[in-house]
């Protein structure tokens, strides 16, 4: 596509439940990113995709978060549990590649999620 | 880990200068950015230095010295648009090419 879509744009759900955020990255790109914004922060890195396997995940806060990118382009984040600290912006980003250079990410408009 | 700082906020009139200051303190280095965020929207790329010295690009430019730890946005000819949040991000020498520490944001008001 033209640009890195996520959906749902927003999401409103109870402390406890299950949600999952899909991300389409720009058609091409081999590496993708999610990035969590809470309010006032600036981005905090969770995960990096190249291709199909997660490359570094050592952003991810615990267990309760996963992504997945079976096929190396959608990608999805799942959290299990939710708790009112993972509300926030989530936000997915693309670049054409994962090496060396300037590799400037595209981001999306982001997920934002409430926990009530 | 880093720690990056920037001011919080900044008020400039339409057509003036404003300078937003960034530093940081790293074990290493691999490359600065800022990106450009209006409210609810995308962080979108405005400049990348990885070398000291000064890079422009139409209005705005940015400044880098890796000695001091130090970089600049310098956005001139201010217009209302420019009104946005300003993050600065380093790249984790450690880490994936993609992967930045940002800064929490500069947010600039351009009044008339």
């Known amino acids: 596509g033209a640009g890195v879509s996520q959906t749902p744009s927003n999401k409103v759900t109870e402390k406890g439940k299950y949600v999952e955020l899909r991300c389409d990255p720009i058609s091409g790109h081999t590496a993708l990113y999610w990035y969590r914004q809470s309010l006032g922060q600036g981005p905090e890195f969770l995960i990096y995709f190249q291709g199909t396997g997660a490359a570094d995940d050592s952003g991810l806060p615990n267990d309760r978060f996963f992504a997945v990118r079976p096929e190396g382009s959608v990608s999805t984040l799942k959290i299990q549990r939710t708790e009112r600290g993972d509300s926030a912006v989530y936000l997915c980003a693309s670049s054409s590649r994962g090496g060396a250079g300037a590799n400037v990410l595209t981001f999306g408009a982001g997920s934002r999620l409430t926990v009530l | 880990g880093q720690n990056i700082d920037q001011p919080t906020e900044m008020t400039a009139t339409e057509g003036a200068i404003v300078q937003i200051n960034c530093t940081y303190q790293?074990?290493?280095?691999?490359?600065l950015f800022w990106y450009q965020q209006h409210a609810g929207e995308a962080p979108t790329f405005l400049s990348y230095n990885v070398l000291d010295g000064l890079e422009e690009k139409g209005r705005f430019s940015s400044f880098l010295s890796r000695s001091k730890g130090y970089s600049y946005l310098l956005l001139k000819e201010l217009q209302m648009k420019d009104s946005a949040s300003y993050l600065c991000?380093?790249?984790?020498?450690?880490?994936?090419?993609?992967?930045?520490?940002f800064g929490a944001g500069t947010q600039v008001v351009v009044t008339p």
């Open positions: 991000a380093v790249r984790d020498p450690g880490g994936s090419w993609g992967k930045l520490q």
């Open positions: 790293t074990s290493g280095f691999n490359g």
